[in-house]
């Protein structure tokens, strides 16, 4: 059982080798393309944190089909059961901050859309009154559909060219679904606490990604710049409600996502950049799936030696009588 449980060690240490390649590959990669490839990889690390936790679990339920005894388990791997029993435990823990977590996330949108509900509404805007200085993409919530929500603070902070900017950034979450990818990486980071750093990482190529879209929505990169840091120097709340953050213009590390506005627009991989990203994502998934892959199996033959061993000891328990 030693290389089992070294399968074991390796898959549930896996995300923090991960994680930390992943960030750095989505360094080098166009914003969209870099939040795919964050949110695929935490999806894949955390399935493989789940898929060992479960083997683990297994191994009385495995032994219990090949008719073998818990004493005769015991016997041949002592930690069995409480290896399975914290295995367990870790799995209730990961329901129970997975429940907490999409809580967090409905409580947040309701909270949000009752701070909206104050503004007053054209098209896919809505102002909010008051002294406040923010703006953020709200999704939909029970049937309602997304919208922009400013407040009258950013709108007299902003000129006519920098709020259509900063409403072409909101436009761009809202368009291409953030809020989702957001939620995914944050669910996992309750499975694997590795992930937690994907979270941070993944709202900066967000954000990076909808300046793109504004960016390229106003035609002038030096003007979304300009907006982008305005807004943020003038927001006060920075896009949360009750604590929680959301899409916002104004979050995240701007002076990074001022100076790559400031650079030429960021082409899509080719090439050998293209292949290495491919690799690399192609690399994880192999690993991931071969531990699994390998965990079962030498669960399934653990199960299978303890049971011929079993019957070799009642055959000659039976020859000597």
Avoid: N
Avoid at 109 to 137: H, I, N, Q, Y
Avoid at 286 to 305: D, I, M, N, S, T
Wanted: glycine share 10%.
């Amino acid at each position: 059982m030693t290389y089992v449980l070294a399968l074991v060690v390796l898959t549930l240490a896996l995300p923090w080798g991960g994680a930390a390649v992943a960030r750095r590959l989505a360094g080098v990669l166009p914003p969209q393309w870099a939040c795919w490839f964050l949110t695929g990889s935490a999806l894949l690390l955390a399935g493989g944190t789940v898929s060992a936790l479960v083997g683990l679990f297994h191994v009385p339920f495995l032994a219990s089909l090949e008719q073998l005894s818990l004493s005769r388990v015991l016997e041949e791997w002592p930690a069995a059961v409480p290896s399975a029993a914290a295995a367990g435990v870790v799995m209730l823990a990961q329901l129970v901050l997975l429940v907490r977590r999409w809580l967090q996330h409905r409580s947040l949108l309701k909270r949000a859309w009752l701070s909206a509900d104050e503004g007053t509404g054209d098209g896919d805007l809505l102002v909010v009154p008051g002294s406040d200085v923010d703006a953020f993409a709200l999704p939909g919530y029970r049937g309602r559909p997304g919208r922009v929500v400013v407040t009258s603070g950013m709108v007299r902070s902003l000129k006519a060219g920098e709020r259509e900017v900063l409403l072409a950034h909101e436009r761009a979450h809202l368009a291409g679904r953030h809020h989702l990818l957001s939620a995914t990486v944050d669910l996992t980071s309750a499975i694997h606490p590795a992930l937690r750093s994907l979270r941070e990482a993944l709202a900066f190529h967000l954000e990076r990604w909808a300046d793109e879209e504004a960016a390229a929505v106003t035609g002038d990169r030096r003007v979304a710049a300009a907006a982008i840091a305005r807004a943020a120097l003038a927001g006060s709340s920075r896009g949360r409600v009750g604590g929680y953050p959301l899409l916002s213009a104004t979050s995240g590390p701007v002076p990074r996502r001022v100076e790559a506005l400031l650079l030429p627009e960021p082409a899509a991989p080719r090439g050998g950049a293209r292949r290495a990203g491919v690799a690399a994502l192609a690399g994880t998934v192999v690993v991931a799936a071969f531990a699994a892959l390998g965990l079962a199996y030498g669960l399934h033959e653990y199960v299978e030696f303890a049971a011929r061993r079993l019957g070799l000891v009642r055959a000659i328990t039976c020859g000597a009588r």
